[in-house]
């Protein structure tokens, strides 16, 4: 496999410096190796070359350690080999394992791409105009290529449905396992406005979610600063020293029985349907205000995980005393054993879709060498929580699903089928900040 490199167009000294030479990947693929098997969306493996500018994180640090402290999914041995044999290389040069990269560094790594499968579910339009497409994300589907994932992603799914020179601009995210509403530019210049809206907070967001036990039916108000703990786990939590972040919650439904109790919890305990208002946007800030709060999603595979969290699951936690252990215990789901992956709160798994989980399965693949995974169950393509509206503070304009399968009622009771006037949580927010949503 050739690598080629591609140099950069010099430039007169008195303007900017060339940027570094990157590598790129020895042959595109197009259209991309997708095909449909078991309910999933699955794509053939493939070379990529990723190049990735130096983050403020890792200056001055070796080239080995940044592979090995901040990408979990290849051991690293494969990283050090990787550096050895010029897969992984230095603004389009060779390097070492013990090279320290500087700022403006752009780092290329050429592998044997392995994705894991994403649903087969398309993405539902909502609406579409000239400027902007409204679509319903599926959950367990990231917005950018990122990680693991490239193809299966929303920008690309959308690329290949619409042609190889159409480029989807993103105007929000949303968590590779959540679901819901994201504005799809179709110009830069709608991008743009609707972005500068977006940050500007005049516009007002709702989500929906399901979560564990009894929720309150007083309205509740979580103002925890959120901290990033680890970026290579994507774990957040509660910390003072962290950063401002505001959640209104207003109960929807509470299910008190539950059909079965597989996962250990209490009979009975049930589950609520939330209705979410965040003020903030902070990394998995519902998720985490949730979990602070003693009711964490139910079927989340990090804040409601007792393998990780223990039996109290997070609740009330705002110190750093165990981090470390969570930590560790995190980054071992999916990779020692299944029940690592589910060992979350949620009593409708199935015992077969328990077993039925993501893991390494110890094989390699004859190629590249790279360890192969099993396909993630139903149950960890997404979680319980779908962004279901998005409005203009001013009443220009508003977008909506339907509440999600997941939230309603269950067979044998009675519940919301939708939401009200009455459910809506803004009614309780302060007035300085109903004014800047």
Not at 39 to 49: D, E, I, M, S, W
Not at 93 to 99: E, G, I, Q, R
Not at 165 to 170: E, H, M, V
Not at 407 to 436: N, W
């Amino acid at each position: 496999m050739a690598i080629t490199v591609i140099p950069q167009p010099d430039q007169t000294a008195d303007v900017l410096p060339s940027p570094p030479d990157v590598v790129i990947t020895p042959c595109g693929r197009w259209p991309p190796p997708y095909y449909l098997e078991d309910n999933l969306r699955r794509v053939a493996p493939y070379h990529f070359t990723y190049n990735t500018n130096v983050k403020e994180r890792w200056r001055g640090r070796e080239l080995l350690d940044i592979f090995r402290d901040e990408f979990r999914d290849r051991p690293e041995e494969y990283y050090k080999d990787a550096i050895d044999t010029g897969k992984i290389q230095v603004n389009g040069k060779p390097s070492s394992v013990t090279a320290h990269v500087k700022n403006g560094d752009v780092i290329s790594h050429t592998l044997h791409r392995h994705e894991p499968p994403v649903t087969a579910q398309p993405i539902g339009i909502v609406h579409e105009d000239n400027d902007m497409i409204v679509i319903n994300k599926p959950a367990g589907v990231p917005v950018h290529p990122t990680g693991r994932y490239n193809y299966n992603s929303v920008t690309e799914i959308m690329r290949a449905e619409r042609g190889h020179q159409w480029n989807p601009l993103p105007c929000n995210r949303l968590d590779r396992l959540t679901s819901g509403v994201m504005f799809i530019g179709k110009h830069k210049k709608a991008a743009e406005a609707l972005t500068d809206q977006l940050m500007s907070r005049t516009v007002r967001k709702e989500y929906v979610a399901r979560v564990r036990g009894e929720f309150p039916t007083e309205d509740v108000v979580c103002d925890q600063p959120i901290l990033q703990i680890s970026p290579k786990l994507g774990l957040n939590r509660v910390r003072a020293n962290g950063k401002e972040a505001k959640t209104v919650f207003r109960r929807l439904a509470y299910y008190p029985q539950q059909p079965v109790s597989l996962s250990g919890a209490a009979p009975g305990a049930g589950y609520s349907i939330v209705r979410c208002l965040p003020l903030t946007g902070r990394t998995h800030q519902l998720r985490v205000h949730l979990q602070f709060l003693g009711h964490p999603i139910t079927n989340d595979p990090i804040y409601a995980n007792r393998r990780v969290f223990g039996p109290a699951l997070g609740q009330s936690a705002s110190t750093a005393s165990d981090d470390e252990d969570v930590m560790s215990r995190l980054s071992r789901m999916g990779k020692d054993d299944v029940a690592d992956a589910v060992a979350y709160e949620d009593e409708m798994v199935e015992d077969y879709n328990k077993k039925k989980a993501e893991k390494m399965t110890g094989e390699l693949c004859e190629l590249c060498q790279t360890p192969l995974y099993s396909d993630p169950g139903v149950h960890e393509l997404g979680i319980y929580l779908h962004a279901m509206k998005y409005a203009d503070a001013g009443g220009r304009w508003a977008y909506e699903t339907d509440l999600p399968a997941w939230a309603l009622p269950p067979k044998g009771h009675d519940g919301p089928m939708g939401v009200t006037a009455e459910s809506d949580p803004v009614a309780v927010v302060e007035k300085g900040d109903s004014e800047c949503l």
